[in-house]
């Protein structure tokens, strides 16, 4: 069966809730299925503060052996947002998203991506890296996109495609798209060169 442009004959799972990365995939052109795990995403303190969303991505990844084995394509992904060489999780309520979007508040911070694609006996990581340059934004502002929002289930307590990604960021270097959870170029092209060749 063909997807799109891409000649993908495997099923295609999508191990992930995100509605940002279901709307992203769909946008790519491919047909797949949500299937979700409950996973705990925890991991050693020894990991790299870099390393965390590809080893988390991998992790998401090694809980769909069954569905590998019968025959599917498995996509599963993590993203995190780093400031000051640590990681910004999802706020546990709003007094904690007024205060990481305190701390991001005219600074730089990355977001990083990590891809996990397994199908048959091949797996294959991709990672991507965007720099991200917030605005000095104001506490009224901050509440307000709170409020309207409620970036609760989002890493960084923001999502770059919500009204402060227009009025708040300042610039960003590195794959737009990476920071709405899914760097879709760079999966596009890995798929691309992989069932098309």
């Known amino acids: ?36 795990k409950d996973i705990d995403e925890s991991y050693p303190k020894e990991v790299a503060v870099n390393s965390v969303a590809t080893f988390l991505a991998s992790k998401k990844c090694a809980a769909y052996n069954t569905e590998v084995l019968s025959g599917n394509l498995v996509i599963t992904a993590d993203t995190v947002v780093i400031l000051d060489d640590k990681i910004i999780g999802k706020p546990n309520d709003f007094d904690e998203a007024v205060s990481i ?32 340059y917030f605005r000095d934004i104001t506490e009224q502002e901050i509440k307000f996109y709170i409020n309207n929002y409620s970036p609760f289930d989002k890493a960084g307590a923001y999502g770059i495609q919500d009204w402060i990604g227009l009025v708040a960021i300042k610039r960003i270097d590195g794959s737009y798209h990476n920071v709405m959870g899914l760097p879709v170029g760079e999966l596009y092209a890995f798929l691309k060169s992989t069932f098309n060749s």
């Open 101 to 132: 979007l305190q701390d991001l508040s005219g600074k730089k911070h990355r977001v990083t991506t990590g891809v996990c694609i397994r199908w048959d006996n091949y797996s294959h990581i991709i990672e991507s890296d965007t720099d991200v």
């Open 1 to 36: 069966m063909i997807y799109s442009t891409l000649n993908i004959k495997h099923p295609v799972i999508l191990g992930s809730a995100s509605p940002r990365r279901q709307f992203l995939l769909k946008e790519l052109g491919l047909d797949f299925t949500v299937v979700t």
